[in-house]
Nanobody, 122 residues
Framework: QGQLVESGGGVVQAGGSLKLSCSAP????????GGWFRQAPGKEREFVAA????????LYADSVKGRFTISRTSLGNIMTLQMNSLEPEDTATYYC???????????????WGQGTQVTVSS
């Protein structure tokens, strides 16, 4: 899958928006599922959203459904996560990943980015 690089993190007030991007080699997200995971201090890494490689089906964690939107470009080299109505509980390091298998299981992803920090202030 090659190297994944996230960007777009930052500090935002509750209720605000951020858009994360994940850059990858061409066609990565056309051949592999793309996923976003996050990890807050002292907590385990958790699934946020995924988009399947074949049909482009989108899956979301219940905690972000209706607020976050995952997308990919037609070239399959960029995956984004639009995050709206952000809450302090969304504060975490966000990671993008590529892999095959069950989309919400981190062990099925074998290529990961370095992470980008998202901080939501109350």
């Amino acid at each position: 899958q090659g190297q994944l690089v996230e960007s777009g993190g930052g500090v935002v007030q509750a209720g605000g928006s951020l858009k994360l991007s994940c850059s990858a080699p061409a066609r990565t997200f056309l051949w592999y599922n793309g996923g976003w995971f996050r990890q807050a201090p002292g907590k385990e890494r958790e699934f946020v959203a995924a988009i399947t490689w074949n049909s482009g089906k989108r899956l979301y964690a219940d905690s972000v459904k209706g607020r976050f939107t995952i997308s990919r470009t037609s070239l399959g080299n960029i995956m984004t996560l639009q995050m709206n109505s952000l809450e302090p509980e969304d504060t975490a390091t966000y990671y993008c990943a590529a892999g095959r298998g069950s989309e919400d299981q981190s062990q099925n992803y074998n290529s990961w980015g370095q992470g980008t920090q998202v901080t939501v202030s109350s």
